[in-house]
């Protein structure tokens, strides 16, 4: 077949089928599409507690590019900028690991990559009082989220998070996050 | 004053606040992904029904999931309670919901229950 541009959706389709992806995603990310990724996640026959962790990891994972992606497009719907980022959740045996990509501005790489390194190597009782302790800090003024969301993608995972982050030029960076959980717990 | 009432949807709850029998009942799913303006007239509505004192006033969580924008917002409103209980002679009981084996919702009732000081229920339902 000849295609009509270097895009090939037949190894798109052979990447995902090899990785076991059931689900993946790119563009901005709305409620509306964090819903259908929701209504998505029902379909399978999963213990609840492990859908509705995959499911916290989705959230926390999208809305963190709703907000924070350096790359934006406008919603006529929402009247807002809404962020735009790739994500995917695949499986091995023993794992669904949950993955999320945007772009983020070169200022903001120093921060993300030493919050890693704080929260990474926390048990989980200093994961829960880190969490309780951040909740009860007021607002931060001008930033829509609750700057729990990382911390809570660590608690819901239950292992340590990788991240990498792609110097990119003009002042971008790319931030790409993956989470796993374990598919035996109930 | 009158009753707060908010039908849920996709990434909303079901908020249904009464001034009559001072029930107040948040329901569902919460991730809305600006809870700061969702909640505000939550917020404003609360200022108003605090303000007069001695009430005796029974706060229903019935969850089934809420992002971390969400926990922030529920924490604030249990601290309106507490401060309504220590400072305007009121009483203030908290029921959290939780289905039965949802061990995550659990924990995030007896995280609420350690924050603040309320009497507080932790009630499993079944499906």
Known sequence: ?186 | MENFFIESSTYIPKIDFNCETNILSIEGESYHEYTVEFFQPVFEWLDKFLAEPSKEITMNFKMTYFNTSSSRRFLEVLNLLEEYQDESEGKVTVNWYYEEGDIDMLESGEEYEEDVNIDFNLIPYSN
């Open chain 1, 1 to 186: 077949m000849e295609y009509y541009d270097s895009f090939s959706l037949r190894r798109f389709h052979e990447d995902l089928e090899r990785n076991a992806v059931s689900l993946a995603f790119h563009g901005s990310f709305s409620q509306d599409t964090i819903g259908l990724i929701n209504i998505s996640l029902q379909q399978n026959d999963n213990a609840k507690t492990l859908t509705k962790r995959i499911f916290s990891l989705v959230v926390e994972m999208a809305q963190n590019i709703h907000h924070y992606s350096a790359k934006k497009i406008y919603s006529e719907k929402f009247d807002r900028e809404i962020g735009v980022g790739v994500l995917a959740i695949s499986e091995t045996e023993g794992y669904y690991i949950i993955t999320s990509g945007n772009f983020i501005e070169q200022k903001d790489v120093l921060e993300i990559g030493e919050r890693f390194e704080e929260i990474n190597d926390m048990n989980d009782d200093e994961l829960k009082t880190l969490y309780k302790e951040r909740r009860k800090m007021p607002q931060r003024p001008d930033k829509p989220g609750a700057n729990l969301g990382f911390i809570d993608i660590r608690r819901k995972s239950g292992n340590r998070i990788n991240y990498e982050i792609i110097e990119k030029n003009n002042n971008n960076s790319f931030f790409i996050l993956s989470a796993k959980i374990n598919k035996s717990i109930n």
